[in-house]
């Protein structure tokens, strides 16, 4: 079963604004992970945040960890119409020993 | 270097038939995992292979099968194709299991009609 949930669903911005996307857990995590998925195909790694980390920058990426509440998110800054994809969070804990995804969020920028 | 691959790229089966998918992990790595996406939702680990044996396992039924070769390739079995098999279907590699960081291949896209 999936154990992440995110939102929005869906999220259409123009070209050059930025993008929040947010993820909840349910669990005890040793890290959470973001990754990029263009029309249905493989899934490429972002960026990884863990559970002792408050928040991380890669490029245009910024991800902030809230363990307390059991929450990530996922900001993209000046965003491009090469953007357009969905974006799973994974958590990976101890216990499961394995990624478990959230549903995702499609995100599409307008040229 | 190359990436992880999978064969076929889609495929079109029936009801009640049986599917045999393919992955060739990272060179360099050793595990490969396998995940089932059903349209709109994220992927759901399905199980993990290294050393040739099943280290893991999702909860999929027993329908779902794998299998592992020595040069670390591995195949994914489903036999008795229900309609709500069809899905994308994802490999990942690692070097040794239960690792955070894996690499995903392109994946296969299976509709069962």
């Known amino acids: 079963s999936q154990q992440g949930e995110e939102d929005p669903q869906a999220l259409s911005i123009q070209e050059g604004e930025n993008a929040t996307m947010n993820c909840s857990y349910k669990?005890?995590?040793?890290?959470l992970q973001w990754y990029r998925q263009n029309s249905g195909r493989g899934l490429v790694h972002l960026i990884l945040?863990?559970?002792?980390?408050r928040e991380k920058h890669s490029g245009r990426l910024r991800v902030t960890l809230d363990t307390s509440k059991k929450s990530s998110s996922l900001l993209i800054t000046a965003s491009r119409a090469a953007d357009t994809a969905s974006y799973f969070c994974?958590?990976?804990?101890?216990?499961?020993?394995?990624?478990?995804f959230g549903s995702g969020t499609q995100l599409t920028v307008l040229p | 270097d190359a990436g992880v691959t999978q064969s076929p790229t889609h495929l079109i089966k029936t009801r009640g038939q049986q599917v045999t998918l393919r992955c060739s992990p990272k060179?360099?790595?050793?595990?490969v995992s396998w995940y089932q996406q059903a349209l709109g939702q994220g992927p759901q680990f399905i199980f993990q292979?290294?050393?040739?044996?099943?280290?893991q396992r999702g909860n999929f039924p027993d329908r779902f099968s794998g299998h592992q070769f020595p040069n670390y390739s591995s195949e994914l079995n489903v036999n008795a194709l229900l309609l709500g098999d069809s899905a994308l279907y994802l490999c990942?590699?690692?070097?040794?299991?239960?690792?955070?960081?894996?690499?995903f291949g392109p994946g296969t896209r299976l509709l069962v009609l």
């Open positions: 994974a958590d990976f804990s101890g216990s499961a020993r394995q990624l478990t």
């Open positions: 990942a590699s690692s070097f040794r299991p239960y690792q955070e960081t894996q690499y």
């Open positions: 292979y290294y050393e040739e044996e099943e280290r």
């Open positions: 945040i863990r559970s002792n980390e």
């Open positions: 669990t005890s995590i040793n890290n």
């Open positions: 060179s360099g790595h050793d595990t």
